[in-house]
């Protein structure tokens, strides 16, 4: 009888993106304010949140 926890991963609410980290760093290589905070969440050495305050591109994408 399977346990009520081993379709846990499958149900959950974790969303698949359509993005990955491809090298881009910089806000004018970003399309949209998901993609671009999708890189500041989970790519290596952006440069799109010049205030630390965890909204990338504030003047372009993410006001």
């Excluded at 993609?35 to 372009?60: I, W, Y």
């Amino acid at each position: 009888m399977p346990s009520h926890n081993s379709n846990r991963a499958t149900t959950s609410s974790v969303k698949t993106s359509s993005f990955k980290c491809d090298g881009r760093i910089y806000c004018s290589q970003m399309t949209s304010c998901e993609e671009a905070t999708f890189f500041l969440r989970n790519c290596p050495n952006v440069k799109m949140d010049g205030n630390n305050d965890g909204v990338p591109c504030e003047k372009q994408w993410c006001r």
